[in-house]
């Protein structure tokens, strides 16, 4: 099969096409033929030799797909051949096939292109898992995404609307703010030019947001506590701004408030906390929102698996709202 190989760490130049052998179907696994996947950070840092993928996870990028079912193992009942399904993976997607654990995938909403559903798994299960099982965000609270025409923070925006919350974002271009307001974000801040800790208390009549989902961890971490409400709760879903950072534990006593960091990637497959737990909770929760239209994959652009490259060097460079995806077929 055809997939896109990294030849030795480095820019993206070093994604290369490459044939390579067919993925193996293991126990408890379904082989898709994938139709497209989408580029997430994680890649990124992968690419570098920054990330290196979990153990027994394809070294092959790729941690979400849409494709069609072309195999089931044995005892899978879940799914048929010819299914049309997305799938949240350890790795793999930037290749014509790949295996996944069955309890990872998840139809195609109604509604949905095939191609446009290998936008959802990985920003799906990142939000729904952090704002609703993690941080409980609740109808009348307020959510700041950090980062709001990312693909995380343009699901975040939805997600937390269509759960009654006001949401806030921080981005810097007036484009990307725009693009935040017209997914339903009523508080939006340039972090170029505005303080958001002054802005969100100006916001809230000076309760803070109760819930903070942040990609840029060490470098906002004091700035966030200091955003929160009375009993709020900061959800750490990122380094981008660094990984050490000191906490005040005075100033978080005094609101009686939480700090929670999570991953993804590395959950286990099955049991308590896992990748199944989450899966079935978006299914569950999260698929009759996009089936009603309330919630939706925002595509920023897509290109085809022999420009991988180019969808790295559009991520790395910013000015993209939502998800960069690749079409396999």
Request: charged share 20%.
């Amino acid at each position: 099969m055809r997939a896109i190989t990294v030849t030795r760490p480095g820019g993206p130049d070093v994604l290369q096409p490459a044939d390579v052998p067919d993925p193996e179907l293991g126990d408890g696994e379904v082989l898709l033929d994938v139709a497209a996947t989408a580029v997430n950070r994680a890649d990124l840092l992968q690419r570098q030799g920054r990330y290196p993928a979990p153990p027994g996870a394809s070294d092959i990028l790729g941690m979400e797909c849409s494709g069609t079912v072309a195999a089931v193992a044995p005892g899978v009942t879940a799914w048929h051949v010819g299914d049309q399904v997305c799938a949240l993976l350890a790795g793999g997607g930037y290749a014509e096939r790949v295996a996944v654990p069955a309890v990872q995938v998840l139809p195609v909403p109604a509604g949905v292109d095939l191609v446009d559903a290998a936008a959802l798994p990985e920003v799906a299960c990142t939000v729904w898992s952090n704002l609703v099982q993690v941080a409980r965000l609740a109808a009348g609270e307020t959510l700041l995404v950090h980062g709001g025409a990312s693909g995380i923070g343009t699901m975040a925006i939805q997600v937390g609307v269509a759960l009654g919350a006001t949401v806030a974002v921080t981005a810097s271009r007036p484009a990307a703010l725009d693009a935040c307001r017209a997914l339903g974000a009523t508080v939006t801040v340039n972090y170029a030019e505005d303080d958001f800790v002054e802005r969100i208390h100006q916001a809230t009549e000076g309760r803070g947001a109760d819930v903070v989902l942040d990609v840029v961890g060490a470098r906002y971490l004091d700035r966030n506590v200091a955003a929160l409400a009375e009993g709020g709760r900061l959800v750490i879903i990122g380094m981008q701004g660094g990984t050490r950072a000191e906490l005040d534990i005075a100033a978080l006593m005094a609101k009686r408030a939480s700090v929670a960091g999570t991953t993804l990637r590395s959950r286990p497959v099955t049991g308590p906390r896992s990748k199944q737990e989450v899966v079935t909770a978006v299914r569950e929760g999260l698929w009759p929102l996009v089936e009603q239209g309330r919630v939706r994959p925002v595509i920023d652009s897509v290109l085809p698996l022999d420009r991988a490259g180019d969808a790295h060097r559009r991520l790395e460079q910013g000015g993209h709202v939502g998800k960069v995806v690749v079409a396999v077929r």
